[in-house]
């Protein structure tokens, strides 16, 4: 199967999608939690809404707990496809371990011995400046490594990305595991050297911005963390770190960089896949806290990612390209898998791409991805809980499976093709589960009904400086 290129990096790919659309084995037994109804807003979870997100969350961590490698932690980009593992989606692996113990999926033991062999694995792993037989350098990890030996998959970047988002998820660990015995004052211990560890100011080929990533080939890949996306959470790392801290510069600079503009009546800093609004607020609450941009609009970026979530929904809902479907409770488009790069009765179809819709540009093939709705639980229940309720009765099993929602779908695309897999009378279904669109899922609805990652995060030290340097403040 071809190789999947992650959400960020498939860059060249998503330019041709611009230009062409702009304008146009599951464990059993596991204890049921007792969740109390919770407001989040103007919003109170109903019994029913409970037991929904009970199913969702404790199918989703199936993905992390049943496919990841137990002996060095490495979570598979995707499944049942075999696969490399991609470090991102260890980072939100990491977490939903401690959702499954809270939960009682897990025993707290069984999780602590997940952690350690992940930790382990990653502070042992080989790093150098040599383009093979390495894991990572200076700290960062290669984008993809392989799910046996650990080592850099194939050609792939070392990335600033999928690193953050793997020590979001350490930096997690660590502050979960606070008891004094001698495991989980390790998990600490581990989780303060991989963190540490990481160079930032190495990274800045062009300050004050971090570049995208590294190539032992070539160097420095030639974009920065410029514009508003997922980078959040890097900045706030690279912000918070001890020993090779970028400088507060590079926050306004950051900021300066950002789209603000009315998509569908919403007013926010855009960009079109709802990921990149989505994967920083797994880990950090921004309600109620500005930085100096956010100040000037008056509103915090939780109120500007719902604005997306509902920008998102109302995009669909209108249907300007008359996709299969689309509707007011099916909807959705993040960078996810699609059927394939062809062009079908005049209609231009994708694979993997970073689909999303915004007032600079549209990237859309019909194709929807439960992740969408459901990485946004925490910011929209109102509109995300009925959109994953509809598309798990409307498509059943086809969408639907073990370990929670498929990637992805695309009603439209109906052409039965050998290199299209999924393809039906009904249109396309994924048959994979990724793991960095599970990952939101299962952690946002965690911190819809809980709090508990956000709270657990507001805990951490580290995080806490970075958001201090950035210059955040409760709101006033």
Same mark, same amino acid.
């Given at each position: ?331 959705? !488009?993040?960078?996810?898998? &699609?059927? @394939? /790069? ?8 994708? *694979?993997?791409? #970073?689909? %999303? ?41 086809? !969408?639907?499976?073990?370990? &929670?929602? @498929? /990637? ?8 039965? *093709?050998?290199? #299209?897999? %999924? ?54």
């Amino acid at each position: 199967m071809k190789q999947q290129i992650s959400f960020i990096h498939k860059l060249p790919a998503l330019v041709t999608g611009i230009l062409l659309l702009t304008l146009t084995s599951a464990t059993t037994g596991w204890a049921q939690p007792k969740s109390q109804p919770q407001t989040i807003g103007r919003y109170t979870l109903t019994p029913a809404d409970n037991v929904f997100l009970d199913s969702l969350q404790r199918d989703t961590f199936r993905f992390f707990w049943d496919t990841t490698n137990p002996k060095n932690g490495l979570v598979p980009d995707r499944a049942p496809t075999p696969s490399f593992s991609s470090v991102a989606a260890v980072g939100f692996g990491l977490t939903s371990y401690l959702i499954g113990v809270e939960r009682g999926y897990i025993t707290r033991r069984q999780a602590v011995e997940r952690v350690l062999a992940t930790l382990r694995f990653f502070r042992n792993a080989p790093q150098g400046a040599a383009p093979i037989n390495v894991a990572g350098y200076k700290g960062f990890y290669y984008h993809f490594l392989d799910m046996q030996s650990g080592l850099r998959f194939k050609t792939v970047e070392l990335s600033t990305i999928d690193t953050a988002l793997l020590l979001a998820g350490v930096l997690s660990c660590q502050t979960y595991f606070d008891r004094k015995n001698a495991a989980e004052t390790e998990i600490r211990k581990l989780a303060d050297e991989l963190y540490k560890a990481a160079d930032w100011t190495w990274f800045q080929a062009r300050q004050p911005f971090v570049s995208m990533g590294w190539h032992p080939e070539s160097g420095f890949i030639k974009s920065d963390w410029k514009g508003y996306d997922e980078a959040m959470i890097l900045y706030v790392l690279a912000l918070g770190s001890p020993t090779h801290p970028v400088g507060p510069e590079v926050w306004p600079a950051w900021t300066g960089s950002y789209e603000w503009m009315n998509f569908y009546n919403q007013e926010h800093v855009n960009f079109e896949p709802l990921f990149g609004h989505q994967y920083s607020h797994c880990w950090i609450d921004f309600r109620g806290i500005q930085d100096a941009y956010m100040r000037q609009k008056g509103m915090d970026y939780f109120e500007n990612s719902r604005r997306a979530t509902y920008a998102n929904r109302a995009y669909c809902a209108a249907n300007p390209n008359k996709w299969q479907d689309y509707s007011e409770t099916v909807w959705g !488009l993040t960078a996810c898998d &699609g059927p @394939r /790069d062809t062009l079908a009765n005049g209609r231009q179809f994708f *694979s993997y791409r #970073a689909r %999303g819709a915004s007032a600079q540009r549209i990237v859309d093939d019909g194709t929807i991805a439960p992740t969408a709705a459901g990485g946004s639980l925490a910011f929209a229940p109102e509109i995300c809980l009925p959109a994953l309720k509809t598309m798990k009765a409307k498509y059943g099993s086809q !969408l639907y499976g073990p370990q &929670g929602f @498929r /990637d992805s779908f695309n009603p439209t695309y109906r052409y039965w *093709s050998p290199f #299209a897999y %999924g393809s039906t009378d009904n249109g396309w279904f994924d048959r994979d589960y990724l793991g960095i669109d599970q990952g939101p899922i299962i952690i946002m609805a965690e911190n819809l009904r809980t709090n508990f990652v956000w709270n657990l995060m507001k805990k951490n030290p580290y995080i806490q400086r970075g958001l201090s340097r950035a210059g955040f403040t409760p709101v006033k």
